[in-house]
């Protein structure tokens, strides 16, 4: 198989079973879900390594949001 | 299909927006609003892949250099004859070329021509090699319905890009093939005189891939814009006729 789909179908497969595990475990947080697609995202991406026609912008955006979930987690913690 | 990975990419991602705003605010499930997203991401990071993952013009240079080692074979072998393209074995689409000039109907109907790379056929003693695009043809989505036209276009044009368009009439046991703007004409003069230009020799492999027939180039102008090409077909009732 090539490289490029098994990049798309191990990516799908991380992102939809985060989504069965997480509701089997009543997870009721959209920043833990996010932050799951992001570990897929990123992790996917190193191994596979995908050729992309543009700058990988959507890793951006994932990092961002992902950066904006931990800052609130931590906020939270330290109750600032 | 053409950019398959754009056309699923903008699918699913249309649908992911679609589906997570409506679980958010409508439905009000979390789980269903995560799967929306992850459909979001998959879809985007599809979107951005590119539809050929590798490039079309590292391809036309792969071509290009099987085609100068070619040119090195047949030169290392003093061959003089033309190029008889055999159809399909093994998924591989091979040329029987005579080290002697030879009519190429003395060797068409012979009956079998060993998949070795020096051989006899009819009494002529040849080379047997893989063309540069000896099994391109078979990478073609679908190309077992399409016409010879549309499969010339197809490899030509849109997956090698090596031309600007590519027209194929049958005309009984003979094929009028016309590739305008050929990109890539190596000056590689034995593989051009035996084999046809490099456009001509990709033409001719698909031509006996999809026809599973033996095919001979008969005759090729080369312009600076076009070339246009008569390719005689060997057919089996022939054959057996001769034999």
Redesign the interface.
């Given at each position: 198989m090539?490289?490029?789909n098994l990049?798309?179908l191990s990516?799908?497969f991380l992102?939809?079973a985060?989504?069965v595990a997480?509701?089997a475990l009543g997870?009721?947080?959209?920043g833990v879900?996010?932050s799951l697609?992001v570990i897929s995202?990123f992790a996917t991406s190193a191994i596979f390594s995908?050729?992309?026609?543009?700058f990988?912008f959507?890793g951006l955006a994932?990092f961002v949001v992902f950066a904006i979930i931990v800052a609130l987690r931590v906020i939270e913690i330290l109750g600032i | 299909m053409k950019n398959s990975y754009q056309l699923l990419g903008s699918i699913l991602a249309g649908f992911g927006i679609i589906f997570s705003i409506l679980s958010y605010f409508v439905i009000g499930s979390i789980p269903l609003t995560a799967l929306g997203i992850g459909c979001l991401i998959i879809g985007v990071a599809s979107i951005m892949l590119p539809p050929n993952p590798v490039p079309k013009s590292m391809v036309r240079e792969m071509l290009r250099n099987s085609a100068t080692n070619i040119e090195a074979l047949l030169e290392e072998f003093q061959v003089e004859g033309r190029a008889l393209y055999l159809p399909p074995k093994e998924g591989y689409v091979s040329a029987f070329i005579t080290i002697e000039e030879r009519p190429i109907t003395e060797i068409a109907y012979a009956n079998e021509i060993p998949l070795r790379l020096l051989s006899v056929a009819s009494g002529s003693k040849g080379v047997t090699i893989f063309p540069p695009a000896s099994e391109i043809a078979k990478a073609v989505e679908a190309y077992e319905e399409s016409s010879y036209e549309q499969l010339l276009n197809s490899v030509l044009v849109e997956q090698l890009e090596m031309a600007a368009s590519a027209k194929a009439v049958e005309k009984g046991n003979a094929f009028a093939v016309e590739i305008d703007k050929p990109k890539i004409v190596p000056k590689l003069p034995r593989f051009n005189r035996s084999l046809g230009t490099l456009p001509s020799s990709i033409a001719a492999s698909c031509l006996a891939f999809k026809s599973k027939k033996r095919i001979a180039i008969e005759d090729e102008k080369v312009f600076d814009d076009k070339i246009i090409l008569t390719l005689r077909v060997f057919e089996k009732d022939e054959m057996n006729k001769e034999d």
């Open positions: 090539e490289k490029t990049y798309l990516l799908s992102i939809f985060s989504v997480m509701s997870q009721d947080s959209l879900y996010i697609f995202y995908p050729r992309r026609i543009t990988d959507l994932l | -």
